[in-house]
């Protein structure tokens, strides 16, 4: 099982960025995609996750409304789309394979590298 997360950068507040979540070695229909962040100093933080065999979605409440997670069925691929990025906002971000279910939001099974977001003028 592979998972690697790809996508940060530096963006204004305002802005948008859309992460990637290369996921191999496990049928992704049986399983949600996690995304998760921790910026310095906190606790680890579930923000969206797919139920990727029916494409049901939760999210955190500080970023329903902004982020979109979704997968492109072309590819084993999960995206997560963050728009109106705040400062908050800046931390590493994380992929997982997590349950097919509301608990995808607190825990992963495996998890892949991070990415680092940062939101700054």
């Known amino acids: 099982v592979q998972l690697q997360a790809s996508g940060g950068g530096l963006v204004q507040p305002g802005g948008s960025l859309r992460l990637s979540c290369a996921a191999s070695?496990?049928?992704?229909?049986?399983?949600?995609i996690g995304w998760f962040r921790q910026a310095p100093g906190k606790e680890r933080e579930g923000v969206a996750c797919?139920?990727?065999?029916?494409?049901?979605?939760y999210y955190s409440d500080s970023v329903k409304g902004r982020f979109t997670v979704f997968r492109d069925t072309t590819e084993n691929t999960v995206y997560l789309q963050m728009n109106r990025l705040k400062p908050d906002d800046t931390a590493v971000y994380y992929c997982?394979?997590?349950?097919?279910?509301?608990?995808?939001?607190?825990?992963?099974?495996?998890w892949g590298q991070g990415t680092l977001v940062t939101v700054s003028s």
């Open positions: 997982a394979q997590a349950p097919p279910d509301r608990r995808c939001l607190r825990t992963g099974i495996r």
């Open positions: 797919l139920r990727v065999g029916d494409r049901v979605t």
């Open positions: 070695g496990f049928y992704l229909d049986y399983f949600g």
